[in-house]
């Protein structure tokens, strides 16, 4: 996991993170939401997840893996997907949150491996497909949860709705990405999606 990345400067971080914020407070507020941050390294092509952390637990993540958008546009849209229409989570009142804390993940590209000796965890995120299916973990899930590689993969696929050893079928796809992570100042760790 990097914890910077070229183009992606202390302040275009800051904007970004100040933006889904007041997105969400505007959307929550029923006003009109603010402008996209006009910092240039906000128009580079990437993927992003926003992920929603209260008390110490996941309160909702969503993402766009593909690097086709720019990166503002696509924190608009996941960052609404995180707060308003993960499954796993009924959608963000108002009152929560002053009690959440942002952090977006930046993607690089992912890249296939032919194995999983091949996955480093905490430096990289892992997608696994499988059977039509597919499901991720971003590059802190693994370190946030204690797990092995063995254990990393083996929820994935659960999380695929695959079998828990599908990850060891030939027909099985891996892919690795790194990622930048932008947390605001307040936040801990925490789990991830």
């Known amino acids: 996991m990097k ?46 997840f926003v992920s929603l952390h209260k008390a110490g637990h996941l309160r909702g993540c969503m993402g766009w893996l593909e690097a086709d958008q720019p990166l503002k546009a696509v924190l608009r849209h996941v960052a609404r997907n995180a707060a308003f229409d993960d499954p796993r989570f009924p959608a963000l009142r108002l009152e929560e949150l002053a009690q959440c804390a942002v952090e977006i993940t930046v993607l690089e590209p992912a890249r296939p491996v032919t194995g999983p000796e091949e996955i480093r965890l905490g430096r990289h995120g892992v997608i ?31 999380k695929a709705g695959l079998a828990a050893d599908a990850w060891r079928r030939e027909d099985c796809r891996l892919e690795v990405f790194e990622a930048q992570v932008l947390r605001e100042e307040s936040a801990d760790p925490r789990p991830g999606c």
């Open 3 to 48: 914890e910077t990345m070229p183009g992606l400067a202390p302040g275009s971080c800051a904007a970004a993170l100040h933006y889904v914020r007041e997105l969400l407070l505007a959307d929550l507020e029923q006003r009109p939401e603010p402008e996209l941050p006009s910092e240039p390294e906000l128009e580079q092509l990437a993927g992003a």
């Open 128 to 158: 696994l497909a499988a059977c039509g299916r597919r499901a991720v973990f971003l590059p802190q899930v693994a370190p946030e949860q204690g797990w092995t590689l063995e254990e990393t993969l083996t929820q994935l696929a659960r």
